[in-house]
């Protein structure tokens, strides 16, 4: 809590420069449709509204572009986990642990190798750690979600060297509202967990320059249907052959059960979920700066599927032990944070803008076995973030700035696999564009300071990263432009990396880190090409990145307290693939207009001298046709994803799968306000699909048919 205090006291601080200033806009002016088509609909089209920008480097070109989730397209791919809701995104898979925890792969990278941003700040939770932890944003909450490549994800971090997803949402108001009172408000019926889900904020302008917010969600899933059986094809064999083991044994009541086990069908067993969300915010936006404040609270607890096998242990002579799958596990967790969003217009030939950001949250997980407390994780964690932006010196603009982690972790219990430990970063990181005409040009460099200590184990270490990235744009035409970007990057071991050692009840695996890991360097390069048109847009990408030192959790084929090892190791690596994405006008007729669209991508990642990198998504295809008018939208599409076949040593392969998706919304207001109902058909084919990049995909499949009911309202 001392972290909060500090930034109550911040907000104070920047207060008084921030009101001081002269009258100058705060971010870009925008005029009514634009403000509508950039942000919300909080303002309507005759009206000019100071708009405040986000943290992400949103006044820079990013050379490499983004890819964005908004509007009726993120209620129409809305789910209960930020993986899951980006999914249909190119180059982005997810994790799909469960239900109740699914973070984005980007490019086949996880972990700590993609940063999940709120509005250019850290999560400050633990998902990064591992997968069973979920991620404290509910997308339910957000108003646009960005994907970010290119030399600009060094302004978050070495941890973004895979990207960095920012999720933008309106805690701390962005701008003044027109009408008295402004509500938004979203509600989700899907049937294949039974979810129901609510969402709604409110802003409301205090004054002519001061904006209130408070909003709320909940969510409510029963145990996940699925489209065939739970578990995938090797695990059932493994089954079955217990079952023939132990009738033979004379076990008759455990071979049953095994048996029962191998021909699951329907629901995955605890695979519920239940998450409340509250926060709050208050914001001050004047012509010369605007500062906000936010507080909220995320709850959410979820039951996490048992790996079969992990409770089938017997002592010699055939007496039965306990094992750690006797009894359901599931984890409890909650967050309290506070955010803090400054800027002041400097007006300057120079300085432009002047920006402050933090974030403070204390979070705590359980990990329950049955009723029983098994371990507690507990994490103090602030960041923060000051920066420099450039005015536009003759086609010259850029950002510089320093950034700040801090972050006290402690682990609970008979089980705490990671000691107590705290972390800290400091970077210094700037953000340079030049346009010359149609020659874009671009660089980024970032000087980070990791230090990671363990008192416990009388463990201080420290690593000094350096990274650096250049781009390069040409404007073939006004409607082309080809590019490339080139990267040098380097990463400290995360604490988790280091000091895991014991049983991990979650993942049901005994986790072994290496305190002797060194940095993890990499060079990356892309090449890219963009098209748009009024009647088609194509963005495609190829990239390449080789790894020394990579970092990276594989089995090992053994087992410690009856549960498998999985440990930390470091060697050479290699990835690279490509994203490809376009869309195209296709007719018009009776008042629609048809268009076609297609999303592919595909990673081929391999570790020197040790094979297939493990949990690498295949090559991936979807197809798109909507039709589209002023109030009715309607779209069929189909997904196909290859099977994965190039595995790591102790990881299986995943069948290919297709799914068909169908949806209509209806906007009873057309296009000008995002009022609306979406009826969606996700898996209509009802198949068996699992994604390879999930550490549980053997028995936590993807949902089966799901019909979906959404409604958005604005007023």
Known sequence: M?????????????????????????????????????????????????????????????????????????????KPQIGDTLAGLPGVSATS???????????????????????????IDVSNTSADHAVTIDPLTAERIEVLHGPAVLLFGSQAIGGAVNVMDRRIPRRVPDEPVHIEGIATYGSAADERSVG??????????????????????????????????????????IAAEEEAEGHAEEAADARALANLKGRIPNSATETKTLGAGIALIRDGGNLGLSVSYFDSAYGVPTRPGVEHHHEEGGAEEEGHG??????????????????????????????????????????????EVGTTFKTNGMEGRFELVQADRGGWHGVTGVQYFTRDFEAIGAEAFVPPNESSQLGLFTLQEMHLGALGLEAAGRFEKSDVNATTLGFDRSF?????????????????????????????????????????????????????????????????????????????????????????????????????????????????????????????MGGFTFNGDVVADYVNATIKEGGPVPRIPPLRVLGGLEAQSDSIDGRVEVEWSDAQERVAAFETPTDSHTLVNASVAWRPWGRENPTSLILSANNIFDVDARRHASFTKDFVPLAGRDIRLSARVSF
Not at 345 to 367: M, P, S, W
């Open 2 to 78: 001392v972290k909060f205090a500090f930034l109550l006291a911040s907000t104070a601080l920047v207060a008084m420069p921030a009101a001081a200033q002269p009258t100058e806009p705060p971010g870009e002016i925008v005029t009514g449709a634009q403000a509508a088509a950039q942000v919300d609909h909080l303002h309507d089209e005759e009206s000019s509204a100071i708009v405040v920008t986000g943290h992400a480097p949103g006044d820079l070109d990013i050379l490499a572009g983004k890819s964005v989730l908004s509007g009726a397209d993120l209620v129409r791919n809305l």
């Open 97 to 123: 642990f469960s239900p109740g925890a699914s973070r984005p792969v980007l490019r086949g990278f996880q972990g700590d190798r993609v940063r999940v941003l709120t509005d250019g700040i850290g999560a």
């Open 200 to 241: 709604a904020a409110v802003d409301v302008p205090l004054t002519d320059s001061l904006v209130a917010h408070l909003d709320g969600s909940y969510r409510n899933t029963d145990d996940l249907e699925v489209g065939g059986f739970v578990l995938a094809p090797e695990l059932r064999a493994e089954q079955l052959e």
């Open 326 to 371: 006797d009894v359901p596990v599931s984890i409890g967790l909650e967050q309290l944070r506070a955010d803090l969003r400054g800027e002041i217009e400097a007006g300057g030939d120079f300085i432009d803008k002047i920006r402050i950001r933090l974030a403070a949250a204390d979070y705590e997980h359980t990990e329950f076995e049955g009723e």
């Open 464 to 588: 000094n990263a350096y990274s650096a990235a250049i781009g390069a744009s040409y404007d073939v035409n006004e409607r082309v432009k080809v590019g490339v970007n080139g990267s040098r990057a380097e990463r400290a071991p995360s604490a988790e990396e280091l000091f895991s050692n014991g049983p991990h009840i979650a993942t049901q695996a005994f986790e072994v880190g290496n305190p002797d890991l060194a940095k993890e360097k990499s060079w990356g390069a892309e090449a890219y090409v963009r098209a748009e048109t009024p009647d088609y847009k194509l963005s495609a990408t190829v990239f390449a990145n080789w790894f020394d030192d990579y970092i990276f959790q594989t089995a090992t084929g053994e087992e410690r307290d009856e549960l498998p090892v999985f440990q930390y190791f470091q060697r050479d690596a290699r990835y690279y693939g490509f994203e490809l994405e376009g869309s195209a006008k296709l007719f018009e």
